[in-house]
Structures are given as C-alpha cells and as structure tokens.
C-alpha cells in the first residue's frame, strides 16, 4: 500500500482492540515486535481482562456452569427447553421462509437467516427463547459481556459437494481473547455428522500454549495459510498433543441441547463422510476485550437494536471494491432452515 505510513496512528492504536489480522495490520504482523511478545503480551492482558469480567457476572449463573467453563471451556446444556416450548420453538423455525445468506466453502455449504428485527416480529416463541434469562445470562458470562448476540438459523450442508474440507473442519482458535459461539439444536447431532468438537481445557494458556503462539505470530504475517495469516490459529492434533492437551472431545447431542464455548479455545467441526444436515440457533458475540466494563453495547441503542447485522453488511456491499468470489456470503433468496439448496 503505497501510504501505507499514514495509517500507523490506526495501526498502533489498534493494539488495544480485538484486531487480531497480522497480514492485514504491519504492527500486529510484526516479526519483531512478535518476538519480543507483543501477540502475548496482548493475550495474556486480555485474558486477564476477560476473567474479571466474568467474575462480575459470575453471580447470574450456577456454580456447576462456571465450573463447566473454567474445566472444560464450553458448557453443556441438555434438555435445556421444556418439551412444549422446543417443539413450539421447533416448528416456528421449520415454519421459516424468508431471505437466508449463503456460503459454499470447501465441501460445505452453510446457510444463515438472522434473528432480527426484520424477522423476530414473527417468532414470538424464538424470541421469547433468546430473550430469557437462562439463555442471555450463560451467553454472557462465557463471552465476558453483557451484550445482544448476533443471532442466526445456521443450517450446515455437509458433503454439499466435492471439494477440500470445510475451513471450520480444522482446528483452531477464534482469535486471542475470550469470546463466545453457541448452539441450540434443533436436531439430534451423531459423532458422525458434523459434531461440535473442542479440546477441553484449551481456553486456558499455558506454558507451551504461549510459546507456540510467539512463533507463530513471528510468522503469520508472511505465511501460506490465510486464516492463521488472518488471526485464527489453525493448528493439528499432533501440535495440541505437544501443547499438553489432552484428546480432542466429540459433542454427540441430543436435539433441544444448548452449547455455549470459548471459542478462544481449540475447536473444529468434525469432518463427516456422508451427506448430513444440522440445523440449530447459532450466535457469536465478540467486544473489544481491554474493556474492564461488561456493559456498554452500542447495538443495542434506539433505532439500532436489531438492525446493525444488516447495516454492516449493507455498508460491506456498497464499499467493496472486488467482485464476491465463489466462496462469499450472499443473499440467495427466501430460505427455509431445512430445505435443499438452491431452493
């Protein structure tokens, strides 16, 4: 970038937020200052940041969970609806056919409806549901804010069609701080078909963990593999082993089961030899991780609440300077969570 030296006011600036691209920022992706600890250093703060936080949370949700999270990074609730509310829940989503967002990667093809404003006014269960307290506050404590989470119907193709392994087939960190991705299913999941994976424990750094971070970040800026590049560590289960961890857990679940993860920990979606289709509530939510405060979210201001998904994409279009490739998300039309694609 020819003035690329005028931005290193934003780019300096930005080490105090959740930026975590080392390709896309030269301070981020510098090697040297990489080798002197910088990527650590940002970790450990953050980290340090994140679980006093959630000690300010700590009383809106039961023990057992917090010692679920601190043990194993996730927490896993089973039956977590009534039976009546699910099977109500269940069939306002089936219901669904609306504008869906669609993205074919790799061997996978995973469709998204948001949960907003444009569709909540007709999900009266769903919307009672995301709303609870038991849901928002387990939400809360594990990504560390209390904030909206952007909320989707996630339905995942798996063997959609050929090609290589879906990108969330392997391991990896989100990025360096804690942060949060749920699942409420709305079907059984077998180990077979796409099961949630994580490698319990992982959320928490150690030693080697910190370590194998300081070389990596020495050289993602430079190296081939993009999203690592971009700040989502991948990593093998040969190099998990090393790091101290113990084996990678399979989630098989029954439907009506929530999960909530630290996705700052190691996780994957396992791979799967057949056709399959898993449909559930998904939500992420992710603030910038050296605020001390766990409130403050700006999408949830008057004339925002509910619309700031689609203003950001909105504003995505309209500044985009390169034809969407293959494998970017675009709306396809009105969807429904179970239909065959291009349907």
């Not at 084996?247 to 999960?259: K, W």
């Amino acid at each position: 970038m020819r003035y690329r030296w005028l931005l290193a006011p934003f780019y300096l600036l930005s080490i105090f937020t959740a930026a975590k691209s080392f390709r896309g920022n030269p301070v981020l992706g510098s090697r040297t200052l990489n080798r002197w600890g910088l990527h650590v250093l940002r970790k450990r703060v953050a980290g340090r940041i994140g679980q006093w936080r959630r000690r300010q949370l700590a009383a809106t949700v039961s023990a057992e969970d917090r010692a679920a999270l601190e043990r194993d990074g996730f927490i896993v609730k089973e039956n977590f609806l009534d039976p009546a509310t699910f099977q109500a829940l269940r069939d306002e989503i089936t219901a669904l056919d609306v504008d869906a967002r669609e993205a074919v990667i790799g061997d996978t093809l995973t469709r998204l409806i948001p949960l907003d404003a444009k569709t909540m006014p007709g999900l009266p269960v769903t919307r009672g549901v995301v709303e609870s307290p038991a849901y928002r506050d387990l939400l809360a404590y594990v990504g560390s804010f209390r904030r909206r989470p952007r909320l989707y119907v996630q339905t995942v193709f798996s063997q959609f069609c050929e090609g290589e392994p879906d990108i969330q087939s392997f391991f990896h960190s989100d990025t360096f701080h804690p942060t949060l991705k749920s699942w409420l299913f709305l079907q059984d999941v077998a180990q077979d078909e796409s099961a949630f994976t994580y490698v319990p424990g992982s959320h928490r750094y150690n030693r080697r963990r910190l370590a194998w971070e300081r070389r990596v970040s020495m050289t993602a800026a430079q190296g081939h593999d993009r999203l690592t590049a971009e700040g989502s560590l991948r990593i093998s289960e040969r190099e998990i082993r090393r790091l101290g961890y113990g084996p990678p857990l399979r989630l098989a679940l029954p439907a009506n089961t929530l999960v909530v993860a630290d996705t700052s920990g190691i996780h994957a979606r396992s791979t799967t030899l057949k056709q399959t289709v898993r449909v559930s509530i998904w939500a992420y939510s992710r603030s910038n991780p050296f605020l001390p405060w766990v409130g403050g979210d700006l999408e949830s201001l008057p004339g925002i609440k509910g619309r700031a998904l689609r203003l950001i994409w909105a504003l995505q279009k309209a500044f985009s300077r390169k034809p969407p490739s293959p494998s970017a998300w675009q709306f396809v039309g009105k969807r429904s969570p179970w239909g065959a694609p291009g349907r």
